[in-house]
């Protein structure tokens, strides 16, 4: 698993080991915090660097190294 601090989450970059439309490096542009606690972390939004494109995912999957390492390799 990866080790991630979420406090350093923004604006981190990442790979992801399975390229989808060929969007292969991503970068964290937005965190998602709950409703509930302003300091909770539930998602975030990807941006692919090849096209701008935005996707959201649980914060959680970026642990997975099966699926994203991180930095841009």
Not at 24 to 50: M, Q, Y
Request: proline share 4%; net charge positive.
């Amino acid at each position: 698993m990866n080790q991630i601090n979420p406090r350093k989450l923004l604006h981190s970059k990442w790979t992801a080991v399975q390229p989808t439309k060929k969007r292969r490096h991503f970068i964290v542009t937005k965190l998602i915090l709950s409703p509930d606690s302003d300091d909770l972390i539930v998602g975030c939004e990807l941006e692919a660097v090849i096209d701008k494109s935005v996707t959201e995912i649980n914060w959680k999957q970026l642990k997975e190294k099966n699926y994203w390492k991180m930095g841009w390799r």
